[in-house]
T-cell receptor, first 115, second 113 residues
């Protein structure tokens, strides 16, 4: 149990375009989903926390207008990187947490390369 | 002082030996503690959670929690080359909203055949 999927696993895009990443909890209802970013050889960095039906809470320094997060249902959250630039190239990972425990289950991640 | 601290390593362990990883945290009111394993280029995967003082065993892994001393550790028995990865300690501080976790920087473990 506690499976989280992400799509796509890898995306290459041109500078200036927008990219949408989906995160789904497959076998449980995720009341809270989290979006992280990880640069090579660096630690996980939390970008934002989203609760179903509410606006996301962004961490300090994360531009909410650039990283749009939608958590429309208990099984789906999306992250849209708007007007992507090469410095946005990174490994984006979502995690999901249900009601019963505070355990976070991670998706497999999406590797974004902006040319 | 970082909220969750881990030795970055690498921790080099011979195959078959016990790997011992430590993690300290600053928020005395923290209630939930997790160990994740992250292979290079992959996302973290949950090894185990621990909520009460003492030991919790799951296969070759044992988590140990001491809230009075504010540390949590992970033992890996009979280490295998496939255990070579970065191990992340995560804590849910009492002051955090929702189920937000604070992660340590990770300890890199190398198991040598």
């Amino acid at each position: 149990g506690a499976v989280v999927s992400q799509h796509p696993s890898r995306v290459i895009c041109k500078s200036g375009t927008s990219v949408k990443i989906e995160c789904r909890s497959l076998d449980f209802q995720a009341t809270t989903m989290f979006w992280y970013r990880q640069f090579p050889k660096q630690s996980l960095m939390l970008m934002a926390t989203s609760n179903e039906g509410s606006k996301a809470t962004y961490e300090q320094g994360v531009e909410k207008d650039k990283f749009l997060i939608n958590h429309a249902s208990l099984t789906l959250s999306t992250l849209t990187v708007t007007s992507a630039h090469p410095e946005d190239s990174s490994f984006y990972i979502c995690s999901a947490s249900g009601d019963v425990t505070d355990t976070q289950y991670f998706g497999p991640g999406t590797r974004l390369t902006v040319l | 002082q970082k909220e969750v601290e881990q030795n970055s390593g690498p921790l080099s362990v011979p195959e078959g030996a016990i790997a011992s990883l430590n993690c300290t945290y600053s928020d005395r009111g923290s209630q939930s503690f997790f160990w994740y394993r992250q292979y290079s280029g992959k996302s973290p995967e949950l090894i185990m959670s621990i909520y009460s003082n003492g030991d919790k065993e799951d296969g070759r892994f044992t988590a140990q929690l001491n809230k009075a001393s504010q540390y949590v550790s992970l033992l890996i028995r009979d280490s295998q080359p496939s255990d070579s990865a970065t191990y992340l300690c995560a804590v849910n501080p009492i002051k955090a909203a929702g189920n937000k976790l604070t992660f340590g920087g990770g300890t890199r473990v190398l198991v040598k055949p």
